[in-house]
């Protein structure tokens, strides 16, 4: 609980089941007969504010945005190349939210990695396609806020690096 209460106004954190978000305040609500202090943290993307106990805070998994060390770990990730599984799409799929849910930037960049298409590649399917977006927005939501770009030029990196790879 220490950890969750370093977390201030105007920090960018990650939720896992929603990524990168910003904390606008530290309120008291009384519930009940109880008084909670929460997290107000705001997700511009999906013009979203989520309400989170100070107390539940570490447990449901809120952390710092990661540091630039560990985002070249995730970028490195995007550069390995692995041969493509020969498992069902719906057990990979089950496989890819675990990775993304998880809020982890070298898991997300795995799940990119492996769901990235070049031109001359075929196409991917529609679910295919929503995971992708899916992580490479998560992903470029981090990079953007780790390196102080827009979310577009973190997207345009990552493609690059994939294209490169």
């Given at each position: 609980?220490?950890?969750?209460?370093?977390?201030?106004?105007?920090?960018?954190?990650?939720?896992?089941?929603?990524?990168?978000?910003?904390?606008?305040?530290?309120?008291?609500?009384?519930?009940?007969?109880?008084?909670?202090?929460?997290?107000?943290?705001?997700?511009?993307?999906?013009?979203?504010?989520?309400?989170?106990?100070?107390?539940?805070?570490?447990?449901?998994?809120?952390?710092?945005?990661?540091?630039?060390?560990?985002?070249?770990?995730?970028?490195?990730?995007?550069?390995?190349?692995?041969?493509?599984?020969?498992?069902?799409?719906?057990?990979?799929?089950?496989?890819?939210?675990?990775?993304?849910?998880?809020?982890?930037?070298?898991?997300?960049?795995?799940?990119?990695?492996?769901?990235?298409?070049?031109?001359?590649?075929?196409?991917?399917?529609?679910?295919e396609r929503q995971v992708y977006q899916n992580a490479i927005t998560r992903?470029?939501?981090?990079?953007?806020?780790?390196?102080?770009?827009?979310?577009?030029?973190?997207?345009?990196?990552?493609?690059?690096?994939?294209?490169?790879?």
């Amino acid at each position: 609980m220490a950890k969750a209460l370093s977390f201030s106004c105007g920090n960018h954190v990650v939720y896992p089941a929603h990524g990168i978000g910003k904390i606008k305040s530290i309120e008291t609500h009384e519930v009940g007969e109880q008084s909670l202090e929460m997290f107000v943290i705001s997700f511009e993307k999906d013009r979203m504010t989520l309400r989170l106990p100070v107390a539940k805070a570490k447990m449901s998994g809120l952390r710092p945005v990661c540091t630039t060390k560990e985002m070249a770990s995730a970028i490195n990730a995007l550069k390995v190349r692995k041969g493509v599984r020969r498992t069902m799409w719906s057990r990979r799929a089950q496989e890819y939210e675990a990775k993304i849910n998880s809020g982890d930037p070298v898991f997300l960049a795995e799940v990119v990695r492996e769901l990235y298409r070049t031109s001359n590649q075929p196409d991917q399917s529609y679910s295919e396609r929503q995971v992708y977006q899916n992580a490479i927005t998560r992903l470029a939501g981090e990079i953007a806020a780790v390196e102080s770009i827009q979310h577009d030029q973190a997207v345009q990196k990552v493609e690059k690096i994939l294209e490169a790879a």
